[in-house]
């Protein structure tokens, strides 16, 4: 099983997430730790139903990427647990009380930066490219499941219809938070991805 194309696409995964993890702990100075749960490779409708509905908001952060791997990279969480892990980031017990300021945009949107280039790294050396991914700042998104993952597809015109769903903890000093890590490379990118569906 370690030789299929998704479990190599989860080997690409784990040492992008090691990348990360020595990152992000050096940027916040305490012991930090990003694990992938699971991938999975599926179509954009799929992906949809399996991040929320239309009454539950999720919140996240978009990059558009271009160069060897071109696409939309998003880090994707519930409300609450992106609220979590905004506090965590800044040093703060989570309050059912927190709310998207300025503030904790940043945190994210800085984070996602950390974890994406790592991620783009990973991806670019498993798919032997020789010119790197080349991501866009990111962006901040908070709204139902269905219109942020439209606002995904409508900012990368050649986005393709299969969705690399990676399930993912972060570990800041003890206490976690799940996250989603998406990816929905451009057509031409994704049949050059590990773990592409036939």
Avoid at 90 to 98: F, N, Q, T, Y
Wanted: charged share 15%; net charge negative; aromatic share 6%.
């Amino acid at each position: 099983m370690s030789g299929t194309p998704l479990n190599r696409y989860l080997t690409a995964c784990r040492s992008a997430a090691s990348l990360a993890s020595d990152s992000l702990s050096k940027w916040l100075g305490r012991p930090s730790a990003i694990s992938i749960e699971q991938v999975e490779a599926m179509p954009l409708e799929k992906a949809i139903g399996l991040l929320g509905d239309h009454e539950g908001t999720v919140c996240g952060c978009g990059m558009a990427i271009s160069g060897s791997l071109q696409g939309i990279l998003v880090l994707l969480c519930d409300d609450q647990a992106g609220l979590a892990l905004a506090a965590m980031l800044l040093g703060r017990e989570p309050s059912d009380d927190d709310t998207w300021g300025d503030l904790e945009q940043s945190a994210v949107v800085e984070t996602t930066n950390i974890i994406g280039c790592a991620y783009l790294n990973a991806m670019a050396d498993s798919t032997g490219a020789d010119t790197a991914a080349m991501p866009s700042p990111p962006w901040f998104l908070r709204d139902f499941a269905p219109a942020v993952m439209q606002s995904i597809v409508m900012a990368q015109p050649l986005t393709g219809e299969t969705v690399f769903l990676t399930r993912t903890e972060f570990t800041i000093e003890g206490s976690p938070a799940r996250v989603s890590l998406v990816f929905v490379p451009a057509e031409d990118a994704s049949e050059r991805l590990p773990g592409a569906p036939a």
